[in-house]
């Protein structure tokens, strides 16, 4: 899930900025940059945003610049000389006027430098509490980010049971119309006599037997359940859920196989349309 924190902070005359981004991933991918400073401090900064975020496409920047006042002090002083001189010799020789020359040149952002400054080992505190303070945010996006995925996924799962409920209105048509061709194809092929009343007979109970999707139903509605067991639980569960959701895929699989009924057929498509919304979703989830 998607995330963004930010925090700022003044040690003396510099500004401390921390900048988090996250992106979905599937494992930690975490890009680090520290001021010089702070660079044997980036394991403990890892292992802080790894048990944080715990996954994700991260970017974390953390900067420690001179405050305006301060950088504004500094010139890149060969770079205006360089300059200087140039314009000089090409104003000379078109004649033109010099005297602006060099408070003009002052003027050039690009020969102000504003670089990093080294920090006390003291400031380290004050970093790694703001670093911390932009994690939060972070999380805070990415809880009210799941609690309206987590409202989509029950209301989707919840779908899944309302169609499978239907499925009960077209079963009893179903064997009806079975139970029509059948005889029908058993007409054909013999003379009616006693036996092949029998074989009849015998003949629907082998298909009623493998049309059956009571199980499948039945393990179906268990499955649903468990998600919805599973997702309020509070605790990371996206492999969980997943594993779940293959389950349920399974089943509605079955029941589309054995159907043999254009309008439960229907149904099972809606369902299965409704489990590919949820599989989608549940890559966001950890």
């Known amino acids: 899930m998607t995330g963004f924190g930010k925090s700022q902070a003044a040690i003396g005359l510099k500004t401390l900025t921390i900048d988090i981004r996250a992106l979905n991933s599937k494992q930690l991918d975490l890009n680090l940059r520290l001021p010089q400073a702070f660079r044997e401090k980036e394991g403990e900064v890892r292992n802080l945003v790894s048990v944080q975020l715990e996954r994700g496409k991260v970017d974390v920047f953390v900067s420690l610049k001179n405050s305006a006042a301060a950088a504004g002090l500094t010139l890149n002083t060969e770079a205006f000389k360089v300059r200087y001189s140039t314009l000089k010799n090409l104003a000379d020789e078109l004649g033109a006027d010099t005297s602006n020359l060099f408070s003009e040149l002052l003027k050039s952002p690009d020969l102000m430098q504003e670089e990093e400054t080294e920090a006390e080992d003291t400031d380290w505190t004050l970093v790694l509490e703001h670093i ?155």
């Not at 092929?189 to 092949?196: D, G, W």
């Not at 298909?207 to 359940?225: G, N």
């Not at 639980?233 to 997943?242: C, H, I």
């Open 132 to 286: 911390k303070e932009a994690l939060k945010q972070v999380d805070g996006f990415r809880v009210d980010e799941g609690k309206g995925l987590g409202t989509e996924l029950l209301d989707r799962v919840s779908s899944i049971e309302k169609l499978l409920e239907s499925i009960a209105v077209h079963e009893e048509s179903r064997m009806v119309s079975v139970r029509a061709r059948l005889k029908a194809k058993i007409d054909e092929l013999v003379v009616q006599t006693e036996s092949s009343a029998n074989r009849f007979e015998e003949e629907m109970i082998y298909f009623m037997e493998k049309l059956d999707i009571s199980e499948e139903k039945q393990r179906l509605r268990a499955h649903c359940t468990y998600f919805k067991e599973t997702s309020a639980e509070g605790t990371p569960s996206g492999r969980k859920l997943a594993f779940i959701s293959q389950e349920m895929g399974r089943e509605i699989n079955t029941i589309g196989s054995k159907a043999n009924h254009a309008e439960m057929q229907k149904i099972v498509v809606m369902m299965k349309d409704e489990l590919e919304k949820i599989k989608e979703q549940l890559n966001n989830v950890l």
